[in-house]
């Protein structure tokens, strides 16, 4: 599955999810632009688990989420997927991350492993931290074992309020991603091929699944703006 866009003044984005060798995708992505609103809202959801409860929890926690007034902030994104989530029933979940447009660049929250990158053209930053039980060890400085990886202590239908992730990108460019990417390919991996950007989404999900990923892989990357910048060679005096 891939998705392209471009509304307005707005920058070009671009989606793209591979399902791998699970049974179904239960990955799921969202973007929004109210009318007069000032950019475009984007979510990007993991189901927990692969059955069609995790696949359809996250496809209403990303499509709640990006429907949410700007105003509000990301944080009230990720409450309003919550109730929506808890209002299906039953036991599906997901994980999520949430990027509002502000004056140049995005505020994030999240809760989970999807994570949020910054990126300027040349440098791919991490603004997410995960909230994994792996992770959390690390911060008590505590060993770790490869299994917590995998194991959230946040999640849609589970969090507290103050227990949502929070981080801004000022300017440049974004990539959200499912753990699908960014659990089977470095930052080094990511950054070559985000330098193509018309296919970088695409391209990321596609090499996490060839080197082996397991998992659904989704992305959404949002182009840096173009730069006003002009350069010129000029000879300084001797």
Same mark, same amino acid.
């Given at each position: 599955?891939?998705?392209?866009?471009?509304?307005?003044?707005?920058?070009s984005?671009?989606?793209?999810?591979?399902?791998?060798?699970?049974?179904?995708?239960?990955?799921?992505?969202?973007?929004?632009?109210?009318?007069?609103?000032?950019?475009?809202?984007?979510?990007?959801?993991?189901?927990?688990?692969?059955?069609?409860?995790? #696949?359809? #929890?996250?496809?209403?926690?990303?499509?709640?989420?990006?429907?949410?007034?700007?105003?509000?902030?990301?944080?009230?994104?990720?409450?309003?997927?919550?109730?929506?989530?808890?209002?299906?029933?039953?036991?599906?979940?997901?994980?999520?991350?949430?990027?509002?447009?502000?004056?140049?660049?995005?505020?994030?929250?999240?809760?989970?492993?999807?994570?949020?990158?910054?990126?300027?053209?040349?440098?791919?930053?991490?603004?997410?931290?995960?909230?994994?039980?792996?992770?959390?060890?690390?911060?008590?400085?505590?060993?770790?074992?490869?299994?917590m990886?995998?194991?959230?202590?946040?999640?849609?239908?589970?969090?507290?309020?103050?227990?949502?992730?929070?981080?801004?990108?000022a300017?440049?460019?974004?990539?959200?991603?499912?753990?699908g990417?960014?659990?089977?390919?470095?930052?080094?991996?990511?950054?070559?091929?985000? #330098?193509?950007?018309?296919?970088?989404?695409?391209?990321?999900?596609?090499?996490?699944?060839?080197?082996?990923?397991?998992?659904?892989?989704?992305?959404?990357?949002v182009?840096?703006?173009?730069?006003?910048?002009?350069?010129?060679?000029?000879?300084?005096?001797?």
């Open positions: 599955m891939v998705g392209t866009g471009r509304q307005g003044h707005y920058p984005w671009h989606t793209a999810s591979a399902q791998g060798p699970r049974t179904s995708n239960a990955d799921a992505v969202g973007a929004f632009a109210a009318a007069a609103g000032p950019g475009i809202v984007f979510a990007l959801a993991d189901g927990v688990g692969d059955d069609p409860g995790a #696949a359809k #929890a996250a496809r209403t926690a990303a499509s709640v989420a990006v429907r949410t007034p700007v105003a509000e902030g990301p944080v009230a994104a990720v409450l309003a997927a919550q109730r929506a989530v808890r209002e299906l029933g039953g036991t599906g979940d997901s994980v999520l991350v949430v990027a509002m447009p502000t004056a140049g660049g995005y505020r994030v929250a999240w809760v989970g492993d999807a994570r949020a990158y910054a990126w300027d053209g040349f440098v791919l930053r991490q603004v997410t931290t995960d909230h994994t039980l792996a992770e959390y060890f690390r911060a008590q400085d505590q060993p770790t074992a490869p299994h990886e995998h194991i959230v202590t946040t999640s849609v239908r589970t969090a507290h309020e103050n227990e949502i992730g929070t981080a801004e990108v300017g440049g460019g974004l990539l959200l991603t499912s753990d990417v960014h659990k089977a390919l470095t930052v080094a991996m990511m950054a070559a091929i985000l #330098a193509e950007p018309g296919k970088a989404a695409a391209a990321l999900t596609e090499t996490a699944i060839a080197v082996g990923g397991t998992d659904n892989a989704t992305a959404i990357f182009e840096p703006p173009p730069s006003d910048l002009v350069t010129d060679r000029f000879t300084l005096a001797a």
